[in-house]
């Protein structure tokens, strides 16, 4: 069974950029989609983007410009590059497929955009 491991996170400085990866255990050339998920306290979780596995990329309107997803079958790994932080992208994120599945939801990694 394929797990997947969230990594990257930290605290940044409004304006900064992260990249954060997301680590098969197994293959992910199969998966058709894989998305970023995040989720803010007391908020519920969100989509942020998801590529396919032909690398057609989708991206929430609120990251749209500013956060970019890629995948590398051959890793089997997924990023989410981000630019351009602001305070409100502030959430613990996560990678799944799309739709998501239980079985998947890993511990995820924080991202704190603060000054």
């Known amino acids: 069974q394929v797990q997947l491991v969230e990594s990257g996170g930290g605290l940044v400085q409004p304006g900064g950029s992260l990249q954060l990866s997301c680590a098969a255990s197994?293959?992910?050339?199969?998966?058709?989609?894989m998305g970023w998920y995040r989720q803010a306290p007391g908020k519920e979780r969100e989509l942020v983007a998801t590529?396919?596995?032909?690398?057609?990329?989708k991206y929430a309107d609120s990251v749209k410009g500013r956060f970019t997803i890629s995948r590398d079958n051959a890793k089997n790994t997924v990023y989410l590059q981000m630019n351009s932080l602001k305070p409100e992208d502030s959430a613990a994120y996560y990678c799944?497929?799309?739709?998501?599945?239980?079985?998947?939801w890993g511990q995820g990694t924080q991202v704190t955009v603060s000054s």
């Open positions: 799944n497929v799309l739709p998501p599945s239980p079985r998947y």
């Open positions: 197994g293959s992910i050339g199969l998966i058709n989609v």
């Open positions: 590529i396919s596995r032909d690398t057609n990329t």
